[in-house]
C-alpha cells in the first residue's frame, strides 16, 4: 500500500463512520417520534392557552372526533387519528434533526477527545461502560451538547414552525402545505423562525445538560451494578477495558437517558412554554422573547404558567431519550 492510498482510505473510513452516525439517528428518532406523538400534541394543545388543561384537551379531541361517529370502532380510529395529527412534520424534524444531531456531537467529541490530554479515557482505561460513545470531560460534554443542538434547531426550525401550527387546534389547516402557505401569506419567510430565538436559548442548554447529565450518570452506574447481582454480566471487550453485555446496556442507557431528560426538561421548560405561545400567536406575543415572559407573567398565570404541560413534554422526553439513545447506542455498538 502507498502512503498515497492510506489518506484516501481513511477519509472513506471517516465518511462511513459519520453516515453510520447519521444512519443511527434517523432511525432512533424516527422510531421515538412517531411513537410517542399524541404525547407532543396534548403537550402543544395544554400551552396553546392558559385556560387549557390535560383534561380539557383530551375531552376537546373526544367531542371533535366522536360527535359523527357510526359506531365505536369509527369513533376510535377518529380519536387516533386525531391523536396522531401532525405526525408527519414531528417525524421529519426528529429523524432527521437526530441524524444531523448525533453526527455533529460525535464528530466534535471525538475531536476533542483525540486533542484533549484530559479525556476520561486516558487515565481511567479500566472503568466498566455502558457505552462505547467517545468519553470526555463533563465540561466539554455540556459545550458540545449546546452547540450540536443549537445549529441542529436553526436549520430544523421551518419544520419545528409547521409541527406546531399543524398539531394545534387554534390554525384548521388539511395539510402542511395548506399551513406553509398560510404562514408565508402572513408573515413571509421569517414567520418559519418565529421562536427561534427562545428555541436556541431552550433547546441548548437542554442538550447541554442532558448530555452532562447523561454520560455522568452512566459512569456511575458500571461501578454500582459491580455491587449487584449483574456484576456477572460485565464484559471484556480489549483486554483493558470493559463494557456492560449488551442487554445491560440497554437497561442502564435507558435509565440513565429518562433521569437525563428528566433533569433537563424541569430546568427548560418556561423556554418551551413561550416559545410555544410565540409560534402560535405571533401578532400578540412578538418576536422578542422576554417581552413574551412578561405578558405570560403579568397577563396570566404567573410563574405557573410557564410550566405548562411539563408533566407530559417531561414524559415524552424520557420516553423519546431512552428508546431514541438506547437504539443509537446499540446501533453504533453493533457496526
Not at 387549557?52 to 387519528?81: P, Y
Not at 436559548?201 to 456511575?220: F, M, N, Q
Amino acid at each position: 500500500m502507498t502512503s498515497a492510498q492510506r489518506p484516501a482510505e481513511s477519509n472513506a473510513t471517516l465518511n462511513n463512520r459519520r453516515s453510520q452516525h447519521i444512519l443511527s439517528g434517523f432511525v432512533s428518532g424516527f422510531a421515538s417520534s412517531a411513537l410517542l406523538q399524541p404525547l407532543d400534541l396534548l403537550k402543544t394543545r395544554i400551552q396553546q392557552s392558559p385556560s387549557s388543561t390535560l383534561r380539557s384537551s383530551w375531552q376537546e379531541l373526544l367531542l371533535a372526533d366522536t360527535s359523527n361517529a357510526q359506531d365505536t370502532r369509527d369513533s376510535t380510529l377518529k380519536i387516533l387519528r386525531k391523536l396522531w395529527r401532525g405526525t408527519l412534520p414531528s417525524v421529519l424534524r426528529t429523524s432527521v434533526g437526530s441524524g444531523l444531531y448525533f453526527s455533529t456531537l460525535h464528530s466534535m467529541r471525538s475531536y476533542i477527545q483525540k486533542h484533549s490530554t484530559s479525556s476520561t479515557t486516558s487515565s481511567t482505561t479500566s472503568v466498566k461502560r455502558s457505552s462505547v460513545l467517545p468519553q470526555i470531560q463533563g465540561y466539554a460534554n455540556l459545550l458540545t451538547g449546546s452547540f450540536a443542538r443549537g445549529a441542529v434547531g436553526f436549520v430544523m426550525m421551518p419544520v419545528t414552525v409547521l409541527k406546531v401550527r399543524f398539531e394545534s387546534s387554534i390554525y384548521v389547516h388539511s395539510s402542511l402545505f395548506q399551513t406553509a402557505k398560510a404562514i408565508y401569506n402572513a408573515h413571509g419567510i421569517r414567520g418559519f423562525f418565529y421562536g427561534f430565538g427562545v428555541t436556541f436559548v431552550r433547546d441548548a442548554p437542554y442538550a447541554g445538560i442532558y448530555v452532562w447529565v447523561y454520560e455522568y450518570t452512566k459512569s456511575i452506574a458500571p461501578a454500582l451494578l459491580l455491587l449487584s447481582p449483574f456484576a456477572g454480566q460485565l464484559t471484556t471487550v480489549d483486554g483493558t477495558s470493559q463494557v456492560l453485555s449488551s442487554p445491560l446496556s440497554i437497561v442502564v442507557n435507558s435509565i440513565c437517558a429518562g433521569v437525563s431528560a428528566t433533569t433537563a426538561v424541569t430546568l427548560s421548560n418556561p423556554f418551551d412554554t413561550v416559545k410555544t405561545r410565540m409560534q402560535l400567536f405571533p401578532d400578540r406575543y412578538g418576536t422578542n422573547m422576554w417581552a413574551a415572559f412578561a405578558a405570560i407573567l403579568r397577563e396570566e398565570t404567573g410563574i405557573r404558567g410557564l410550566f405548562d404541560g411539563l408533566g407530559l413534554r417531561a414524559a415524552r422526553k424520557g420516553l423519546s431519550s431512552g428508546i431514541a439513545w438506547c437504539l443509537y447506542e446499540e446501533m453504533i455498538r453493533s457496526t
